[in-house]
């Protein structure tokens, strides 16, 4: 972003006294005020606010179409996802392969360190498929290049090494830079093939210099498979990363189940797992893919059921870790052992813990299964129930999680005897116990009650009327956690319709841009620049490290800084500056206030207050910034700086 530009979002910003401040008093006279007898929306608004609420925002069309068809015909398909035909994302996720792939797939194709440590070591062999191997050996050759600067620093000392290294990665990278451009020479197969037969040395000095717009140009006609592994021979693991991340914003953007694609968020978010966690870093692909997608809709318990017995959960909470204090493998009780044995030596171990040997029971998923899961922080469970219900879940562990192994339920792990939980007994029946105590937390009124307050505010109002949340958390246990029942209930009530409902909740960075996208019609070639924008905002997509998840809420997104990012994205959006991002011309009108006029119909369908509209039009014949005029009379109107302006309006950002 120039500094002309950076001047025009200070500027505009300043002009409407302060965003933060105009969205905070507007939010703060609407607080606390849903009233259920003012007259409904009229049938436009009706359209623009279920597209705002029940998708990532409205693509130029979606307001005409959902007139055209119903609102109420439109809000039923959605809700039938399985209904609605979404081949053409398909095709678009066609080139990522990981997205199919089952996490032992992907951990084979994209090896972690561990198994380059392995092959290393002997204890596996390269695989015999050429691009796998050229993949395993790249990193093979960097993890003992690496093993090798460790004993040459022990010898030689840290500064000398690093002075050899720094030497020697220049001369990599000049032979390597005049390597790329022989290749580039070269018909594409013909390419990948020399990129084969080179040494593992030159292929590693040959990615790192693969960067930017030439690594598009080297990469430039290969397929899906010989793309990956040239990203591959740098960084495997960041390959499975990318393509989830461009997976998850491409069905954001272009998905026509769009209230699929926003509860897979939401419930992403509320059972969130960090990417950055080990093994986790795999895991992802199939947790949002087999866990959450499919039952975003679904029942609740189902849901609950999928979450606890996920590879990526058991590994991000590390239940898969804990042992029961008298388990038999706490007590050091053989497999084999006869009933007289285990008995002799559990006693002799109980001895031992009296005095303070450690039992290695990890209470984590208890906590957070009750406290974020289900019931709530003030959901009525105790501190003696966290630890019940971690007893109950030892045994629920993976077999090899580096190596994309799944969930296994291990006896052997598994606190034996009674386990008492919000007053309930649970008797000891192994694995089954988990699913007891799973079934009574989805059934708990305090669940109903924080699932549904957690639903309105990310649907209704950042401070949701207690009436909606008491009806749908009736619907919620009458329908026994039926999430598409209890949405109905929800979009059925005059809440959800208010006036007041209408452009009240601001958006989240990942709303925002995704919603500037889709507004502004754009094609999107490569969706990594605009990850890399949501990181700059403060919401790296599968990055909240804290198993809470990202706020809903617009005090966790509104300040001076973050919307100047937000003004800045969007006229670089709309600027055609964005990389990998396409945008066509917003309109063909002469007269700048004519392109004025439909530039806010078509991004805010005409939503724009008398203040934002006068702010942008004296704009246009304000010579004063950027010591020029934005729309000379002789020349068209620059329609993309008005589309940024109203994109980064205080309207848009409110859905």
């Known amino acids: 972003m120039n500094l002309g530009r950076l001047k025009i979002g200070l500027i505009l910003l300043l002009s409407l006294s302060g965003f933060a401040i105009s969205v905070q008093l507007a939010l703060g006279k609407k ?101 796998k191997r050229a ?53 594409t197969d013909q390419r990948m093939k020399a990129v084969l037969e080179m040494s593992p040395e030159d292929r590693r000095a040959l990615t790192g210099a693969l960067q930017g717009d030439k690594r598009d140009e080297f990469m430039e006609g290969m397929n899906p498979r010989q793309r990956e592994t040239v990203e591959a021979l740098d960084h495997p693991q960041q390959v499975v990363n990318n393509e989830l991340v461009e997976g998850k914003l491409l069905r954001a953007i272009c998905s026509n189940r769009q209230l699929q694609e926003v509860m897979t968020d939401f419930w992403f978010n509320h059972f969130n797992v960090f990417i950055g966690k080990g093994a986790d870093r795999y895991l992802l692909t199939s947790y949002e893919r087999d866990v959450i997608r499919p039952r975003a809709l679904g029942k609740f318990e189902d849901l609950l059921v999928a979450t606890a017995q996920s ?28 009933n007289q044995s285990r008995r002799r030596i559990r006693n002799k171990a109980q001895t031992s813990q009296s005095k303070g040997k450690r039992n290695g029971l990890n209470e984590n998923y208890g906590r957070e299964l009750m406290e974020l899961h289900t019931l709530g922080v003030n959901g009525g469970y105790t501190q003696q129930d966290v630890t019940e219900v971690a007893r109950v879940f030892t045994g629920w562990t993976l077999k090899q999680p580096k190596q994309g192994g799944g969930f296994t339920f291990e006896e052997r792990t598994h606190e034996p005897g009674d386990k008492i939980v919000l007053g309930h007994r649970i008797k000891p029946k192994g694995e089954k116990e988990g699913f007891e105590v799973l079934h009574i937390l989805a059934r708990n009124p305090a669940t109903a009650k924080f699932i549904c307050t957690k639903l309105a505010m990310r649907f209704v109002s950042d401070q949701p009327p207690q009436p909606l949340v008491d009806r749908m958390a009736q619907t919620f246990l009458k329908k026994d956690g039926n999430i598409r029942e209890v949405l109905k209930t929800m979009l059925d009530s005059p809440e959800f319709w208010a006036p007041n409902a209408y452009r009240a909740k601001v958006k989240t960075p990942l709303e925002f841009v995704v919603s500037a996208v889709r507004a502004s019609g754009a094609e999107v070639t490569d969706a990594m620049p605009i990850a890399r924008q949501l990181q700059n905002m403060g919401m790296q997509l599968y990055g909240m490290q804290p198993p809470t998840g990202y706020s809903m809420k617009a005090d966790a997104w509104v300040n001076s800084s973050a919307l100047l990012g937000r003004m800045n994205f969007a006229l670089a959006l709309t600027s055609g500056k964005v990389k990998g991002v396409q945008v066509n011309q917003f309109t063909e009108q002469k007269d700048p206030q004519q392109a004025l006029a439909v530039l806010e119909n078509s991004l805010l369908a005409g939503d724009v207050s008398k203040q934002t509209h006068d702010v942008i039009s004296a704009r246009l014949q304000d010579s004063k910034i950027s010591h020029r005029k934005l729309d000379d009379p002789a020349r068209p109107p620059n329609t993309s700086l008005i589309a940024g302006l109203l994109l980064g309006s205080p309207e848009f950002q409110r859905r």
């Open 31 to 131: 607080k606390d005020k849903h009233p259920t007898a003012n007259p409904q929306m009229d049938e436009q608004k009706q359209a623009v606010h279920a597209l705002n609420r029940l998708t990532f925002g409205p693509r130029p069309g979606d307001v005409d179409h959902v007139l055209a068809i119903g609102v109420d015909k439109w809000i039923d398909q959605q809700l039938h996802p399985e209904k609605i035909n979404d081949d053409a994302l398909d095709a678009r996720l066609s080139p990522f392969r990981t997205l199919r792939m089952d996490t032992r797939e992907i951990v084979q194709n994209f090896p972690s360190e561990q198994m380059i440590k392995a092959v290393a070591d002997g204890k596996q062999s390269l695989p015999s498929d050429p691009l």
């Open 135 to 187: 993949v395993y050996q790249a990193q093979l050759e960097r993890y003992q290049d690496k093993e090798d600067r460790k004993q040459q620093t022990a010898v030689a000392g840290a500064d000398k090494v690093a002075d050899d290294e720094r030497t020697r990665r220049q001369q990599e990278r000049a032979a390597a830079d005049e390597k790329i451009e022989e290749l580039l020479d070269l018909p």
């Open 311 to 338: 590879p990526a959960m058991l590994f991000y909470l590390d239940n898969w870790l804990s042992v029961g204090p008298n388990s038999d493998v706490a007590n050091g009780i053989p497999k084999q052992a006869n």
